[in-house]
């Protein structure tokens, strides 16, 4: 069983800060790419940054600038420093990685259960 966490999401104004974690715990072998998603009501979900286990980086044109992805591999965690936020960045945010949790099993995709990021003065 693989579960991931997420935990950081609030309530924050304009042009502030959050940053959020995403734990991954369970039956790991090891993990592949890590992604944030959002998802704003009445919108479909959108990738927002994606990091490979090797640590590159790819980022929606709207959040270049102003999100950083990270991970610290040793723990299974991924980050989201978000910077600089506007009220459109209001969203669920949920993170995704790609598991296998066995040597010679396919790598499988694990989501988190989300977490409240508004902003809002």
């Known amino acids: 069983q693989v579960q991931l966490v997420e935990s950081g999401g609030g309530l924050v104004q304009p042009e502030g800060s959050l940053r959020l974690s995403c734990a991954a715990s369970g039956s790991i072998f090891t993990i592949s790419a890590m992604r944030w998603y959002r998802q704003a009501p009445g919108n479909q979900r959108e990738l927002v940054a994606r990091?490979?286990?090797?640590?590159?980086?790819n980022y929606a044109d709207f959040v270049k600038g102003r999100f950083t992805i990270s991970r610290d591999n040793a723990n299974n965690t991924v980050y989201l420093q978000m910077n600089s936020l506007k009220s459109e960045d209001t969203a669920v945010y949920y993170c995704?990685?790609?598991?296998?949790?066995?040597?010679?099993?396919?790598?499988?995709?694990?989501w988190g259960q989300g977490t409240q990021v508004t902003v809002s003065s």
């Open positions: 990091i490979s286990s090797g640590g590159s980086t």
């Open positions: 995704n990685a790609d598991i296998r949790i066995e040597a010679y099993k396919p790598l499988l995709g694990y």
